[in-house]
């Protein structure tokens, strides 16, 4: 069973950075496309950065040069650095991955709150 823990969520300042995780079970986890969407208030559910097997990587324009996805196949996780944060970066982050069938995946989801 596909299972998805993200964490390291949490309140920052404007301009400060975090680091959230996502611990992935259930499935190979190499093979696959693995992605961070977030979703604010009243928003829908967007991508912010996706990773392929080998690495390559991809990033909405609203957060490019800020944040960096990166994953470790060996203990089948995949991070999300974030830094310049901004109050719009304010959201439940949630880690992402789809099956051969492109079934989608989701984890709980971890808030992210970029206040003063």
């Known amino acids: 069973q596909v299972q998805l823990a993200e964490s390291g969520g949490g309140l920052v300042q404007p301009g400060g950075s975090l680091r959230v995780s996502c611990a992935a079970s259930?499935?190979?986890?190499?093979?696959?496309?693995m992605g961070w969407y977030r979703q604010a208030p009243g928003k829908q559910r967007e991508l912010v950065a996706s990773i392929t097997s080998l690495g390559s990587t991809n990033y909405a324009d609203s957060v490019k040069g800020r944040f960096t996805i990166s994953r470790d196949n060996a203990k089948n996780m995949v991070f999300l650095q974030m830094n310049s944060l901004k109050p719009e970066d304010t959201a439940v982050y949630y880690c992402n991955v789809q099956d051969n069938l492109r079934r989608p995946y989701w984890g709980q989801g971890t808030q992210v709150t970029v206040s003063s």
């Open positions: 259930g499935f190979t986890f190499s093979p696959y496309v």
